[in-house]
């Protein structure tokens, strides 16, 4: 890990649970030793000493905090249409070790609505990574309820579809807008005829995790 994320890092802290263990038995941290940590908020780097460490709790003492961001320098903002949690869940810090900033889940004619995000467990799944990856800002999640609530809400989308304009790895990207994403189904007919500009990857046909993976790592290398 780079750090320890602690939403609210203060002059003393007490770590407890999955954090003490990590300190505890997979770091075997002792007194006296420094610890990382950042709030993912902030991009300030939190400096703290061992104060005590023993089985249950770790007493952390505040050293010094040094503005110290490593986050992504460009705004990249996809429309992902649900698809099955457990996928979406496996795919999520790839997307975020690449430097996506924010994500649209969005309930597309084609989602099963069966399908249900739990946004705390995406949540830490993000927390994890950036302790891993050492990214200092946590990635904007939201949900939409229907395509029609994206379209509304994001009119100047760009969809990624197969009969679209063909996408060169060496272009120099723009894209301010969402970059709209459809599930393993596809688009429907109703949805196409909201599209008004469409690109494509020059690729066999991807599965929706692959075509999110796709389209980051293009835009963001």
């Not at 104060?51 to 952390?60: G, R």
């Not at 399908?115 to 939201?142: V, Y």
């Not at 063909?166 to 990207?173: I, Y």
Request: glycine residues 4%.
């Amino acid at each position: 890990m780079q750090f320890l994320y602690y939403p609210n890092p203060s002059s003393q802290i007490t770590l407890t649970g999955e954090e003490h263990k990590y300190l505890f038995k997979i770091k075997r941290i002792k007194k006296n030793e420094k610890i990382k940590i950042r709030n993912l908020k902030d991009d300030y780097l939190y400096i703290y000493t061992i104060q005590d460490i023993n089985k249950k709790e770790a007493i952390l003492n505040l050293e010094e905090k040094v503005l110290n961001p490593n986050k992504p320098h460009t705004f990249f903002h996809i429309a992902w249409c649900i698809i099955e949690p457990k996928n979406i869940e496996k795919t999520l810090p790839s997307l975020n070790e690449m430097g996506v900033s924010k994500i649209s889940f969005v309930y597309c004619d084609f989602s099963q609505k069966n399908f249900k995000l739990k946004l705390d467990r995406l949540q830490k799944i993000l927390i994890n990574s950036c302790q891993q990856c050492g990214r200092s800002d946590l990635m904007e999640i939201e949900i939409l309820n229907s395509s029609d609530e994206f379209f509304k809400k994001y009119p100047d989308f760009i969809a990624l579809d197969f009969n679209g304009k063909l996408l060169e790895c060496n272009q120099n990207f723009q894209f301010k807008n969402p970059i709209f994403i459809g599930p393993e189904g596809g688009f429907s007919e109703r949805e196409k005829e909201k599209f008004k500009e469409i690109i494509r990857l020059k690729s066999f046909i991807l599965r929706s995790k692959t075509a999110a993976c796709a389209i980051s790592s293009i835009f963001l290398c």
